[in-house]
């Protein structure tokens, strides 16, 4: 073997190597989140999905739907708040790239990306808790959609800006509207907005900090409504590994294997549904 | 130039960012004809077609002056939509829509534009336009499959037919060959000519003087943002007056 070979060969085990050990950590959360939760779920049954928390002395755990229809509700909520306005501004920042305002909006996006999610959560604690002196679903939607909106602003805006120049011509070439042309954009770089979307829906799914002072948790209904505290699943994660109590520890560990597995559903369904468009 | 003047310009003058692009251009072309715009690399010719159409309001810091008159309006006095919906474009690279079937890229045009009023007039348009740029017989049976399965040259000539289905009475082709091989360059440059049969005025910019005679009916030469020498194909290809026409045909510049 000569020594092109063999330095190729050395380089390609070197590259190999580095991605396993780059991908491991992934490979060992998978696991062990579904080595330590998996059996609890065994364990409840049907009443894991349907069923509150049970007292710490229960021989059974229970269950955590009260955190699972918290996330529900929470991500959709703060997704419906925050797609339009990230996406819109997305669009307007990639079409006005000059504009004072897109200066204003870019800026503040990555300064929102920069700020620890607990201070949006302090700052909608002041705002929306103080107040009305109750936390609130609501106050919650509203702490993770500010957190949802930088991503997926800056994801669209991207995606939007990555379009091929040529592709825009063609479109006002035939005398399209800018909205007609903004659509068509949209769908050009489909896989990049899914993207931008997914990152700021799991970003939602798997927050606490923002939750503490706001939506703060509340395990002895399954829905209280917009205007009661709600439960989330980070957020009863967070609470529950550290309680000490047995029961309560099984479903943190349990409620950590579904928010594992709604990541990965959430990735496979859309890289399947959206596919890239090739040009 | 006896034949009425479908594009007309004027004294124009455009600047972009405070340069000198296009030079108190004059030109006139004649309707039913091909006309060839021939220059050296960054003498104004995209430039020009894109003023003729308005995408040059696509582009920030433009100062445009003058007058553009197509089919005797001024253009430069009308909304940049309407004034597109009147014309066909067709580009340098192959850029049919990567989102799109086959179908949708001729569509689409006629669809933004009200030109078809039913599924079976768009249909019709569709087949036509693509009859027009000899690409029917190769995508008939595939219309829904995406562009990307095409090859460059039929890309192309699907790009024609997008242009097409807007029933443009002026064409404008931006080195439309320069990209594809030669076997698809002449089937576009046939598929010119049966458009000038129907009267359709075309306007194309290119590199190669070889094309420009072959298809042509009148040249404009264009040098450094301004109009050198324009005239029938014969004229200019055979006893070209000016120096700059000259070292261009013998391919110097
Ligand atoms: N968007 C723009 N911004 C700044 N300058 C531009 C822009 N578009 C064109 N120009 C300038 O205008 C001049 C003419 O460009 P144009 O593209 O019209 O030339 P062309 O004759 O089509 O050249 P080519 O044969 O290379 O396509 C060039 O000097 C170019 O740098
Ligand atoms: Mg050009």
Not at chain 1, 105 to 121: D, H, N, P, Y
Not at chain 2, 3 to 24: F, T, Y
Not at chain 2, 67 to 74: A, C
Not at chain 2, 83 to 105: A, C, W
């Given at each position: 073997m000569d020594t092109r070979r063999l330095k190729d060969k050395i380089f390609t085990i070197t590259v190999i190597a580095l991605s396993i050990v780059a991908i491991a950590p992934v490979f060992h959360i998978i696991i062990y989140v579904s080595y330590r939760g998996l059996p609890v779920i065994v364990e409840s049954g049907l009443e894991f999905?349907?069923?509150?928390?049970?007292?710490?002395?229960?021989?059974?755990?229970?269950?955590?739907?009260?955190?699972?229809?918290?996330?529900?509700?929470?991500?959709?909520?703060?997704s419906i708040i925050a797609v339009p306005i990230a996406t819109l501004a997305a669009v307007f920042s990639s079409e006005f790239p000059r504009s004072r305002l897109t200066h204003v909006v870019r800026a503040a996006s990555r300064s929102l990306l920069e700020v620890a999610t607990i201070i949006v959560g302090m700052l909608v604690f002041a705002l929306l808790v103080l107040p009305t002196g109750r936390f609130t679903a609501v106050a919650g939607s509203v702490a993770l959609a500010i957190v949802m909106i930088p991503y997926v602003y800056t994801y669209v805006e991207l995606a939007m800006l990555s379009v091929p120049r040529t592709y825009v011509d063609a479109a006002y070439s035939l005398g399209m509207s800018r909205a007609l042309v903004i659509y068509h954009k949209l769908r050009i770089m489909r896989r990049g907005v899914v993207r931008g979307l997914m990152i700021g829906v799991t970003k939602a799914m798997g927050e606490t900090a923002p939750l503490l002072f706001t939506a703060f948790g509340a395990r002895n209904v399954l829905f209280g409504?917009?205007?009661?505290?709600?439960?989330?699943?980070?957020?009863?994660?967070?609470?529950?590994?550290?309680?000490?109590?047995?029961?309560?520890?099984?479903?943190?560990?349990?409620?950590?294997?579904?928010?594992?597995?709604s990541y990965l559903t959430l990735f496979i369904v859309t890289r399947v549904l959206v596919k890239e468009v090739k040009y | 130039m006896q034949a009425r003047p479908a594009v007309e310009i004027v004294n124009l003058n455009?600047?972009?960012?405070?340069?000198?692009?296009?030079?108190?251009?004059?030109?006139?072309?004649?309707?039913?004809?091909?006309?060839?715009?021939?220059?050296?690399?960054?003498?104004?010719?995209?430039?020009?077609?894109?003023?003729?159409?308005?995408?040059?309001?696509?582009?920030?810091?433009?100062?445009?002056?003058?007058?553009?008159?197509?089919?005797?309006?001024?253009?430069?006095?009308?909304?940049?939509?309407?004034?597109?919906?009147?014309?066909?474009?067709?580009?340098?690279?192959?850029?049919?829509?990567?989102?799109?079937?086959?179908?949708?890229?001729v569509s689409i045009g006629a669809k933004v534009n009200g030109v078809a009023r039913s599924k079976r007039e768009l249909d019709e348009i569709v087949r036509w336009a693509l009859i027009k740029a000899m690409l029917w017989d190769e995508v008939k049976d595939r219309l829904k499959d995406p562009p990307w399965r095409l090859s460059g040259g039929q890309q192309q000539r699907l790009c024609l037919a997008r242009a097409l289905a807007l029933k443009p009475r002026l064409l404008l082709l931006d080195e439309p060959t320069a990209n594809i091989d030669p076997v698809n360059t002449i089937k576009m440059e046939d598929s010119l000519r049966s458009l000038r049969e129907e009267g359709m005025t075309i306007v194309m910019v290119t590199h190669m003087p070889h094309q420009a005679v072959r298809l042509s009916d009148y040249i404009i030469m264009l040098y450094d943002g301004s109009v050198v020498e324009e005239g029938p194909t014969g004229e200019i290809a055979i006893n070209p007056r000016h120096e700059v026409t000259r070292r261009f045909l013998r391919g110097e510049i």
């Amino acid at each position: 073997m000569d020594t092109r070979r063999l330095k190729d060969k050395i380089f390609t085990i070197t590259v190999i190597a580095l991605s396993i050990v780059a991908i491991a950590p992934v490979f060992h959360i998978i696991i062990y989140v579904s080595y330590r939760g998996l059996p609890v779920i065994v364990e409840s049954g049907l009443e894991f999905f349907t069923s509150i928390p049970n007292a710490v002395t229960d021989p059974k755990p229970g269950g955590i739907a009260q955190a699972i229809i918290g996330t529900l509700y929470l991500t959709a909520t703060a997704s419906i708040i925050a797609v339009p306005i990230a996406t819109l501004a997305a669009v307007f920042s990639s079409e006005f790239p000059r504009s004072r305002l897109t200066h204003v909006v870019r800026a503040a996006s990555r300064s929102l990306l920069e700020v620890a999610t607990i201070i949006v959560g302090m700052l909608v604690f002041a705002l929306l808790v103080l107040p009305t002196g109750r936390f609130t679903a609501v106050a919650g939607s509203v702490a993770l959609a500010i957190v949802m909106i930088p991503y997926v602003y800056t994801y669209v805006e991207l995606a939007m800006l990555s379009v091929p120049r040529t592709y825009v011509d063609a479109a006002y070439s035939l005398g399209m509207s800018r909205a007609l042309v903004i659509y068509h954009k949209l769908r050009i770089m489909r896989r990049g907005v899914v993207r931008g979307l997914m990152i700021g829906v799991t970003k939602a799914m798997g927050e606490t900090a923002p939750l503490l002072f706001t939506a703060f948790g509340a395990r002895n209904v399954l829905f209280g409504g917009p205007l009661e505290p709600i439960d989330a699943l980070p957020l009863m994660i967070f609470q529950f590994i550290q309680t000490g109590y047995d029961n309560w520890i099984k479903l943190a560990w349990g409620g950590a294997f579904i928010l594992l597995i709604s990541y990965l559903t959430l990735f496979i369904v859309t890289r399947v549904l959206v596919k890239e468009v090739k040009y | 130039m006896q034949a009425r003047p479908a594009v007309e310009i004027v004294n124009l003058n455009v600047k972009i960012g405070g340069k000198s692009i296009l030079k108190n251009v004059n030109l006139k072309v004649p309707e039913g004809t091909i006309t060839s715009i021939m220059g050296p690399s960054g003498s104004g010719k995209t430039t020009l077609l894109r003023v003729i159409n308005r995408l040059i309001d696509l582009i920030d810091d433009v100062e445009v002056s003058g007058v553009v008159r197509v089919f005797g309006n001024n253009v430069l006095e009308m909304d940049p939509y309407d004034v597109r919906k009147t014309m066909g474009m067709v580009f340098q690279m192959p850029n049919p829509f990567p989102h799109l079937s086959i179908y949708d890229n001729v569509s689409i045009g006629a669809k933004v534009n009200g030109v078809a009023r039913s599924k079976r007039e768009l249909d019709e348009i569709v087949r036509w336009a693509l009859i027009k740029a000899m690409l029917w017989d190769e995508v008939k049976d595939r219309l829904k499959d995406p562009p990307w399965r095409l090859s460059g040259g039929q890309q192309q000539r699907l790009c024609l037919a997008r242009a097409l289905a807007l029933k443009p009475r002026l064409l404008l082709l931006d080195e439309p060959t320069a990209n594809i091989d030669p076997v698809n360059t002449i089937k576009m440059e046939d598929s010119l000519r049966s458009l000038r049969e129907e009267g359709m005025t075309i306007v194309m910019v290119t590199h190669m003087p070889h094309q420009a005679v072959r298809l042509s009916d009148y040249i404009i030469m264009l040098y450094d943002g301004s109009v050198v020498e324009e005239g029938p194909t014969g004229e200019i290809a055979i006893n070209p007056r000016h120096e700059v026409t000259r070292r261009f045909l013998r391919g110097e510049i």
